[in-house]
């Protein structure tokens, strides 16, 4: 990957995220809502394996996760990480709104 091609990712993730989270944030009034929920879509996002699977087959999905989070290159790391950073931006940002008066956020 070139870093021209990894400095595009990394901002498209924080700010796709940042955005979700920000809707979420409005529609549901919960501050933190992404930053919950983005393990789960980044798990999503890396492995393969059903939704399901980890319900019904727990021990052989657990562990093909564990195997692809093992084999990840330290740019999907970083872009991933992003996206998380977006998330909790989101919620920050949301949690200063709120403080400075703004009812409908």
């Not at 990894?6 to 809502?33: A, C, E, K, P, Q």
Request: glycine share 8%; no cysteine.
């Amino acid at each position: 990957m070139t870093i021209p091609i990894l400095i595009i990712s990394m901002l498209l993730f924080f700010v796709l995220f940042f955005g979700i989270g920000f809707i979420l944030n409005m529609l549901l009034r919960m501050t933190w809502i992404m930053g919950i929920i983005y393990p789960i879509i980044a798990i999503l996002i890396i492995d393969n394996v059903r939704f399901a699977e980890y319900f019904t087959n727990s021990g052989d999905a657990f562990q093909k996760l564990g195997v692809r989070l093992s084999s990840l290159h330290p740019s999907d790391i970083t872009i991933l990480s992003f996206g998380f950073l977006g998330a909790l931006a989101s919620g920050a940002a949301m949690k200063m709104l709120r403080s400075k008066g703004y009812r409908m956020f």
